[in-house]
Antibody, heavy 123, light 110 residues
Framework: QVHLQESGPGLVKPSETLSLTCTVS????????WSWIRQPPGKGLEWIGY???????NYKPSLKSRVTISVDTSKNQFSLKLSSVTAADTAVYYC?????????????????WGQGTLVTVSS | QSVLTQPPSVSAAPGQKVTISCSGS????????VSWYQQLPGTAPKLLIY???KRPSGIPDRFSGSKSGTSATLGITGLQTGDEADYYC???????????FGTGTKVTVL
């Protein structure tokens, strides 16, 4: 059974960089896409971006200028960095495995999720 | 703001049926597969339906999915108190080349 666990600071100051790591256990990070998704308190899910195990990435356009997702296959981990944060970035951040087939009928689905970690942006 | 629209809430008595709609466009639902997620209070979302109408192992057949044109629907029959949760649809948007989620629907069992 694949297990994902987010880790990182729960409090980040405005204008600083939010950094989170997702550790994957029970399976290899290779051959899959891995994604970050966030959920502001009381609101819906927002996809942030994904990374393929080889390192190729895709980000939500409105966040692209501030987001970097990276992967470390030797540690079975992938990470999120979000720069210049504001209070609007306060959310529960989830990491998830993404099964993505792109084509005439594309099929994205998130089959394994971490438990989520709350990151608050405040001075 | 999400490109997929869901009703904010639906409700029904135990044992009854509810349906949740997810409305999009030709660039997302109309030309891609839809998945559905259940988020119980205080927990991470869980995959419920994929490729419009397929259920992962362990998901009871009380949950069903369908798609027609640019809309998708999740159905829950034999409603149970344990089904009280938020439900989200998701798909790929071919114009934006991104994953997108619906606005979410809260199911209440009366």
């Amino acid at each position: 059974q694949v297990h994902l666990q987010e880790s990182g600071p729960g409090l980040v100051k405005p204008s600083e960089t939010l950094s989170l790591t997702c550790t994957v256990s029970g399976g290899s990070i290779s051959s899959y896409y891995w994604s970050w998704i966030r959920q502001p308190p009381g609101k819906g899910l927002e996809w942030i971006g994904y990374i393929y195990y080889s390192g190729s990435t895709n980000y939500k356009p409105s966040l692209k200028s501030r987001v970097t997702i990276s992967v470390d296959t030797s540690k079975n981990q992938f990470s999120l960095k979000l720069s210049s944060v504001t209070a609007a970035d306060t959310a529960v951040y989830y990491c998830a495995r993404l099964l993505l087939r792109l084509g005439e009928l594309s099929s994205p689905l998130f089959d394994y999720w971490g438990q989520g970690t709350l990151v608050t942006v405040s001075s | 703001q999400s490109v997929l629209t869901q009703p904010p809430s639906v409700s029904a008595a135990p044992g009854q049926k509810v349906t949740i709609s997810c409305s999009g466009s030709s660039s997302n639902i109309g030309n891609n597969y839809v998945s559905w997620y259940q988020q119980l209070p205080g927990t991470a979302p869980k995959l419920l339906i994929y490729e419009n109408n397929k259920r992962p192992s362990g998901i009871p057949d009380r949950f069903s999915g369908s798609k027609s044109g640019t809309s998708a629907t999740l159905g829950i029959t034999g409603l149970q108190t344990g089904d009280e949760a938020d439900y989200y649809c998701g798909t790929w948007d071919s114009s934006l080349s991104v994953c997108v989620f619906g606005t979410g629907t809260k199911v209440t069992v009366l």
